[in-house]
């Protein structure tokens, strides 16, 4: 990844973690997440390109060891990720099963290990890092069910939609194209692309 990118991608999740810390600071009691804590680690979300190049680059200087048995979890979480767009594929016109399915699903990230720990902890994503903090999705408020915040009260929300906007422009200088930026990939399908064809936008769900 040129450096540039990958400069601009770090200052963005530094912000998201400035906000974070803020909230936390403000409101201490009201956040829950604390060591041992991995709820967030089994929410289904996606990566923008330019995050998954990002920590694929990371994974790849794990030890072998490490990245073996994350890529064991990640073949498990792609047949229960295939299990559930079958799911979905039987309410394709009906927005609302769609979201109850998706809020039910718990799928295991494959960073995370066997201690509960994610292996790539200092490089996760953005969406990891405002998880259990207000945030504001498609305009709508957003929070972690474990989350103290009160409904109809009045916090400081971390705006996701900007920060997604921001991850879109990222991928969009990183590939040279728009079609591929919006696409969103699953991290088991991250963590079997070699970083080559992650760049070059040639990456293939399983059928
Ligand atoms: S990347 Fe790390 S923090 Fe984020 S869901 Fe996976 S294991 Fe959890």
Redesign the pocket.
Known sequence: MKEEIRAAYEELVEWADLIFAQTREKFGSLVKCQPGC?D??Y?V?GLFPVEAVY?REKFDELPEEQRRAALERAAEAEGQLMELERKLARHPDDPYMQNRIMARERVR????DEKGE????PF??L??RVYGIPVLVKGRAQICWKAGFEPGEKYPTFNLDTAYRELYRLSQKLLGEEEKAGLLLS?PLVLRTPVENLLNGNWKNKT
């Open positions: 991995t967030c680690c929410a979300f920590l990230c494959p960073l995370l994610c292996i790539l902890y996760r994503p969406t990891c991290l």
